[in-house]
T-cell receptor, first 114, second 111 residues
Framework: KAGVTQTPRYLIKTRGQQVTLSCSPI?????VSWYQQTPGQGLQFLFE???????NKGNFPGRFSGRQFSNSRSEMNVSTLELGDSALYLC?????????????FGSGTQLSVL | TQLLEQSPQFLSIQEGENLTVYCNSS?????LQWYRQEPGEGPVLLVT?????EVKKLKRLTFQFGDARKDSSLHITAAQTGDTGLYLC???????????FGKGTSLLVTP
């Protein structure tokens, strides 16, 4: 079974630009969640999607958005990039997104904002 | 927000030594998970503890959930270089469908 696939692996953008990151979950997994990881703040929850619906959103500005498609693939978008958005963005999938369910993480997209 | 404090932040030991890392909170969690993350990769789940006082063993790793379900510890016996990585604890969020992560313990095991 293929794991969680995130593309691209690395991105370099400049301030003010926008970026779209992609995540393909494990086949059969319907819950996809996104986390931002920085050295200072650790992993912080961005949002979670299930069956194309956002069920939960973390404490991030509206510049951060996401969506999920009918095949469970998900994208997240960051508009008007700021230097502080430089981070590793991790996507995780699980069958239903319930508490105690094992999360399967992708290798992440490393975003650098210059 | 349910904060999880992990200690120590960094740990450097030699192969064969034992170590314990801690995950503490003032909040009660229905469960806690431990993940290990290696450089350039996403976190990988090691264990989930659910019952207060529960002890789980995974080869040389022993995980304990506090009786009050507010804290957890991870003990590694006879550490190996392959144990090097970032150890993260995570608890379920009150808002659902999300995990609150601690900032992690970065472990370096040298030969």
């Amino acid at each position: 079974k293929a794991g969680v696939t995130q593309t691209p692996r690395y991105l370099i953008k400049t301030r003010g630009q926008q970026v779209t990151l992609s995540c393909s979950p494990i086949s059969g997994h319907r819950s996809v969640s996104w986390y931002q990881q920085t050295p200072g703040q650790g992993l912080q929850f961005l949002f979670e999607y299930f069956s194309e619906t956002q069920r939960n959103k973390g404490n991030f500005p509206g510049r951060f958005s996401g969506r999920q498609f009918s095949n469970s693939r998900s994208e997240m978008n960051v508009s008007t990039l700021e230097l502080g958005d430089s981070a590793l963005y991790l996507c995780a999938s699980s069958p239903l997104g319930h508490n105690n369910e094992k999360l399967f993480f992708g290798s992440g997209t490393q975003l650098s904002v210059l | 927000t349910q904060l999880l404090e992990q200690s120590p932040q960094f740990l450097s030991i030699q192969e064969g030594e034992n170590l314990t890392v801690y995950c503490n909170s003032s909040s009660v969690f229905s469960s806690l998970q431990w993940y290990r993350q290696e450089p350039g990769e996403g976190p990988v789940l090691l264990v989930t503890v659910v019952t207060g006082g529960e002890v789980k063993k995974l080869k040389r790793l022993t995980f304990q959930f506090g009786d009050a379900r507010k804290d957890s510890s991870l003990h590694i016996t006879a550490a190996q270089t392959g144990d090097t990585g970032l150890y993260l604890c995570a608890g379920d969020s009150n808002s659902g469908y999300a995990l609150n992560f601690g900032k992690g313990t970065s472990l370096l095991v040298t030969p």
